[in-house]
């Protein structure tokens, strides 16, 4: 009689729980120095779930298959020359900012969740980490291969990796998952397993991919779509993260409350400058930012709060205000990297009236009231031959470090300004969800690198602006940054086209 | 009741896929977006192996899911047989 | 606990402390309702220059490029340093009228709306 096959059940508690061993002569403290110094109570590691009870085996027999698809699209798209096909070669830049500020937190992604993974006392745990770490190695690599065609073609793609550690808009998501990583490991699953995996990356890896599919873009929605179907895996990952560590110990809860609050809020920060990827930068319109955070925020993310209401866990603070917000984000950050186009290292441009007319239908709270003003300004500027590009540097908040761009939202045309003082020195922020990250934790955000700041000490280079840009960041001055208009990927673009 | 949802990507497996969750869960809501396919129950949502082999006329392994997916919202449980997603309030 | 850190007592070293700026300090001006200028600006300043300097020398090179900047009337301006009503003191130092190293100075122009009268 042939054996039989296990069910996925028995598979894996055979290829994963009984995998650990008990510690009989070596300290388990030892072994897990970080388990608990974040207060942070398990009291039995076996009580951990993995839904997908995905074993190893199934695991590269399912990512091998997912690599093949992609690299027959990778091929295809190439020897196609497919880079023809986008809409509208503005699109591009957006691209340039993924390579530049989304691939590179894969890759800390995979560092983080391999320090995590080697963490947990709990096997299951370890091993799920380990599968997350592996992907995202794997869309850190298939990321880069797919942007490296537009590399041939297109100004802007040659220094990401450098200009990620340097680039004053890239310490905004640097920043971001340092401070995961430098977490504990419970806080680091909290922060990128549960509130961005969960909710946050959804919002990237979905609508704006899609919005990629619908301006031509193959190759950037396989790997986006290939990404995502990793995902859902991390996404459940994340959820039963949360759910295990509620349910191990009632002391978990404020804890657990506390990193939602803060992660929420540092993450709706991240993804300002997705919202003005969606809104303003897909020639070929999908959904706008507001429709799109109605759906995987406030719906998704709202459905999982009410199921985890019943631990004692409540949606994230301030989500009123992140609820305002979503009327105005976008608009802010592309005004601000549009005078700021001379220091970016991709192209800026003053959208067209029908991108003006399709912004005030989507926002009609807001954007003719608010935001239309600033763009009739930069067209009668740019009209006397003056495009507007600001002088001077912006003062940044400590805790995101984002420009102090964002407003008061019963006053949307005042800055938000808030401030601590602490052991006599004065820190600055963009809003009281940044403040209470800083006042929770000042030791730890007393450290960050603010860029603008740091060019002030000299650490940078220059002084001189154009020189930080060359030397400093590896920009080609000139060539990557300053308007769409008149540079050499619109020219070039125009030559491919065989228009004048 | 909140609303569970699938995203799978649009192509030929998927389309299968869909017609089998559409089978099963009939007051589901399917949604066309570029490049991919969202599906969207109140409170529940299964996916059975034994109506996606029929509509694919092939064995299908429940974890290939895994092949085509995007994204999805819900507690996940996933055997042999089936993978349901689903909310507790 | 000032952080939740696995070595006890963790201090972070403060990046941004005077004594890392060359012997300036920096100083943020913003312009209340006029977002023409995305975020308040920042300035490395010696702590000794006046206030007249940093508003007749330093300030016009980043703000005069708004159509409303030449038309200030900069006697019927009110100010704020650090969240507080504050009137400046055109002939003496930063430092000796309270502007410290890492304080904001707004300032707002009640006749002036922004272009448009849209706070731009």
């Known amino acids: 009689m042939a054996a039989k096959k296990l069910n996925i059940k028995d598979k894996y508690r055979l290829l994963t729980r009984d995998l650990d061993w008990e510690y009989s002569y070596a300290d388990r403290k030892e072994a897990f120095p970080y388990e608990d110094f974040e207060g942070i109570k398990i009291t039995d590691w076996s009580k951990w779930e993995d839904p997908f009870r995905l074993t190893m085996d199934a695991y590269w027999k399912y990512q091998a298959e997912k690599e093949k698809k992609l690299y027959a699209i990778f091929d295809a798209f190439a020897q196609n020359n497919a880079h023809l096909n986008v809409s509208d070669p503005r699109y591009i830049n957006a691209i340039k900012i993924f390579l530049t500020g989304v691939s590179p937190l894969e890759y800390q992604a995979y560092q983080g969740f391999a320090h995590t993974g080697r963490q947990f006392g709990g096997v299951g745990a370890r091993v799920a980490c380990q599968m997350q770490s592996l992907d995202e190695l794997r869309h850190v690599q298939t990321q880069i291969h797919a942007m490296s065609h537009f590399n041939k073609f297109f100004d802007g793609f040659q220094e990401y990796s450098h200009m990620h550690d340097r680039v004053w808009y890239l310490s905004v998501p640097k920043s971001f998952f340092n401070d995961a990583r430098t977490a504990g490991p419970f806080e680091f699953m909290i922060a990128i397993g549960f509130s961005f995996e969960y909710v946050l990356t959804n919002l990237l890896f979905v609508p704006f991919m899609s919005g990629a599919a619908h301006n031509g873009d193959m190759a950037t929605v396989t790997f986006g779509f290939s990404a995502q179907s ?149 067209k009668e500027m740019e009209a006397k031959g003056e495009r507007f590009y600001t002088k001077g ?108 | 009741m909140s609303k569970v949802y699938i995203a799978l990507q649009d192509n030929d497996e998927s389309r299968y896929i869909v017609e089998a969750i559409e089978e099963d869960n009939p007051d589901v809501t399917v949604i066309h977006m570029p490049a991919m396919i969202r599906i969207e129950n109140e409170g529940r949502l299964t996916v059975n192996r034994e109506t996606v082999e029929e509509k694919m006329g092939r064995d299908w392994d429940v974890q290939e899911l895994h092949v085509n997916l995007i994204t999805l919202g819900g507690n996940v449980d996933e055997d042999d047989d089936s993978l349901s997603l689903h909310w507790n309030e | 606990m000032a952080v939740k850190a696995i070595t006890p007592d963790y201090k972070g070293e403060v990046l941004d402390k005077v004594e890392n700026f060359g012997g300036n300090q920096v100083v943020y001006v913003g312009w209340d309702h006029h977002l023409m200028f995305c975020a308040p600006f920042a300035y490395p300043l010696p702590p000794e220059m006046t206030f007249e300097a940093l508003r007749t020398q330093v300030m016009p090179e980043t703000f005069s490029l708004h159509p409303e900047f030449e038309q200030i009337d900069w006697d019927n301006v009110s100010w704020m340093l650090d969240g507080n009503p504050f009137t400046p003191q055109a002939d003496v130092a930063l430092k000796d009228q309270g502007i410290g190293h890492k304080s904001v100075l707004r300032f707002s122009t009640p006749d002036l709306n922004g272009y448009q009268g849209a706070g731009v």
């Open chain 1, 230 to 378: 990793d995902e859902a895996r991390h996404m459940t990952l994340g959820l039963e993260v949360i759910k295990f560590l509620l349910e191990q110990h009632e002391d978990n809860v404020e804890i657990v409350q506390k990193w939602i609050d803060k992660w929420f809020w540092r993450g709706s920060r991240l993804l300002t400058i997705v919202a003005m990827m969606m809104d303003y930068m897909l020639p070929n319109k999908v959904m706008s930012w507001k429709e799109a955070w109605e759906v995987y925020f406030e719906e998704a993310g709202g459905a999982l709060f009410k199921d985890l209401a019943r631990y004692g866990i409540r949606m994230p603070k301030y989500s009123d205000i992140i609820e305002k917000e979503k009327e105005h984000i976008s608009h802010q950050a592309w005004w601000t990297f549009y005078t700021h186009g001379h220091a970016a290292g991709f192209h800026t441009w003053i959208p067209t009236d029908e991108e003006l007319d399709w912004l005030s239908e989507k926002y009609p709270e807001t954007f003719d009231k608010y935001y239309r003003p600033r763009w009739e300004l930069a």
């Open chain 1, 393 to 500: 540097l912006p003062q940044l908040c400590t805790t995101c470090q984002i420009p102090m761009l964002f407003t008061e939202m019963d006053d949307p045309t005042q800055t938000s300004y808030r401030d601590t003082v602490y052991n006599g020195d004065r820190y600055h922020f963009c809003s009281d969800g940044c403040k209470d990250i800083f006042e929770d934790e000042p030791e730890k955000f007393v450290q960050s690198w603010l860029p603008v700041h740091q060019i002030f000490q000299g650490n940078c280079g220059g002084p001189d602006v154009g020189d930080i840009l060359s030397d400093f960041y590896h920009m080609n001055v000139g060539v990557d940054n300053m308007d769409m208009k008149g540079s050499p990927d619109e020219l070039r673009w125009k030559q491919w086209k065989g228009v004048a």
